[in-house]
């Protein structure tokens, strides 16, 4: 059974602004540039990548969210 939960957030004026610093988005690129290549992530690369991915798209989220508040 999905459940849903309802956040009311305080959002900073510029969170629409927020992404990825240059050089973990460099770290990400270069991962899935590996693993696009057909080169096998290690375990540890795999669940960076990942949590990278998660970090990337909640950045996104929010910042889609602050625009459409805005």
Do not use: C, W
Not at 30 to 48: I, Y
């Amino acid at each position: 059974m999905s459940q849903s939960i309802h956040l009311d957030l305080e959002l900073p004026d510029d969170l629409a602004r927020f992404k990825l610093p240059e050089g973990v988005n460099e770290r990400l690129t270069s991962l899935l540039d590996k693993q696009d290549s057909g080169q096998v992530l290690t375990d540890q690369e795999r669940r960076e990548a990942e949590g990278l991915v998660d970090l990337a798209d909640t950045l996104t989220y929010l910042g889609l969210k602050a625009r459409a508040a805005a």
